[in-house]
Nanobody, 114 residues
Framework: QVQLVESGGGLVQPGGSLRLSCAAS????????MAWYRQAPGKQRELVAR???????NYVDSVKDRFTISRDNAKNTVYLQMNSLKPEDTAVYYC????????WGQGTQVTVSS
């Protein structure tokens, strides 16, 4: 079973930046499309960014031009660079495959507040 470990969250002021990392155990990482999801209090988990095995990316409109997803297959790691953060980006952020094939990790809390 693949294990996912997210890190890099924290408290940041509006307009600030954070870089999230997600390390996946196991060598099958490279064969999956990967994605970042987030869940805000009282809301359903939503997919915000995804990346194919070839590196093509797609974003939900609310984060487009502010977030960048990338992957390092040699390190079994996927990243999410978040710039120009807004209070509405506050959530627990998770990574998983494009179709959430693996068990969820613990996530990493991102709080955007002045």
């Amino acid at each position: 079973q693949v294990q996912l470990v997210e890190s890099g969250g924290g408290l940041v002021q509006p307009g600030g930046s954070l870089r999230l990392s997600c390390a996946a155990s196991g060598s099958i990482f490279t064969t999956y499309q990967m994605a970042w999801y987030r869940q805000a209090p009282g809301k359903q988990r939503e997919l915000v960014a995804r990346i194919t095995t070839g590196g093509s990316t797609n974003y939900v409109d609310s984060v487009k031009d502010r977030f960048t997803i990338s992957r390092d297959n040699a390190k079994n790691t996927v990243y999410l660079q978040m710039n120009s953060l807004k209070p509405e980006d506050t959530a627990v952020y998770y990574c998983n495959t494009r179709f959430a094939s693996w068990s969820w990790g613990q996530g990493t809390q991102v709080t955007v507040s002045s």
